[in-house]
């Protein structure tokens, strides 16, 4: 299994660190070339607007299209949570419209919302640390959407098939929950074929 990080703006080094953590071989993602052999995708947190802009300059939002449309896991996260979705408001923006949510950036104010909350999610026993930066507001989830975990009444991570998005990041926490789940997830994408690698069910 070798997961994907695009790494043109935003905190894609603390997803590195992640995977790291937990023994998974990863690639920055900076060109379509570079989605050569990645079997799993993460989306970073950072600037989506920057990110947005870097991709289509690149040609990187067609190949991630197809990535997702073949069935590729990616893990959205903030920023990444954005580029996801089929629908951002304010303010709006063009994204990949891989999930069938409708987000709102900046749903907060802009220096508010950043803090830290603690809170139970469906995969796992024990709550989790959700850490929040300028998070935007997941404000529709369609009905194959399924919410994984809520905070202060809204959905905060959530999933639909093979995407994964968390509007906070877990890759600013030492808690690897959230990172291992999606591997679990991308392996069963990938198939049986490399279920021995990678991480182990737990
Ligand atoms: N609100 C930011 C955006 O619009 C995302 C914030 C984040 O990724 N921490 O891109």
């Known amino acids: 299994m070798k997961?994907?990080?695009?790494?043109?703006?935003?905190?894609?080094?603390?997803?590195?660190?992640?995977?790291?953590r937990i023994g998974v071989e990863y690639a920055f993602v900076r060109t379509?070339?570079?989605?050569?052999?990645?079997?799993?995708?993460?989306?970073?947190?950072?600037e989506s607007t920057t990110q947005w802009k870097f991709l289509a300059e690149e040609g990187l939002d067609k190949s991630l299209r197809e990535f997702g449309a073949r069935g590729g896991a990616i893990f959205g996260t903030c920023a990444g949570a954005i580029l996801l979705a089929r629908e951002v408001r304010n303010p709006p923006q063009p994204s990949l419209g891989l999930a069938d949510i409708a987000v709102v950036r900046n749903a907060y104010g802009r220096q508010l919302a950043s803090e830290v909350r603690h809170g139970a999610t469906d995969i796992s026993n024990a709550p989790i640390e959700m850490v929040f930066i300028r998070a935007p507001?997941?404000?529709?989830?369609?009905?194959?959407?399924?919410v994984l975990a809520t905070s202060e009444g809204q959905p905060v991570l959530v999933r639909?098939?093979?995407?994964?998005?968390?509007?906070?990041?877990?890759?600013?926490?030492s808690d690897t929950t959230v990172h291992e789940y999606f591997l679990r997830?991308?392996?069963?994408?990938?198939?049986?074929?490399?279920?021995?690698?990678?991480?182990?069910?737990?």
């Open 137 to 146: 507001l997941i404000e529709r989830a369609g009905p194959g959407v399924q």
């Open 32 to 46: 379509p070339r570079d989605l050569e052999g990645v079997d799993a995708l993460i989306l970073p947190g950072g």
């Open 185 to 202: 997830m991308a392996l069963e994408c990938v198939g049986g074929d490399k279920q021995s690698s990678g991480v182990s069910s737990h």
């Open 3 to 20: 997961v994907g990080i695009l790494a043109v703006q935003g905190d894609f080094e603390a997803h590195a660190a992640t995977l790291a």
């Open 160 to 173: 639909q098939g093979h995407i994964l998005i968390a509007t906070f990041h877990p890759e600013l926490s």
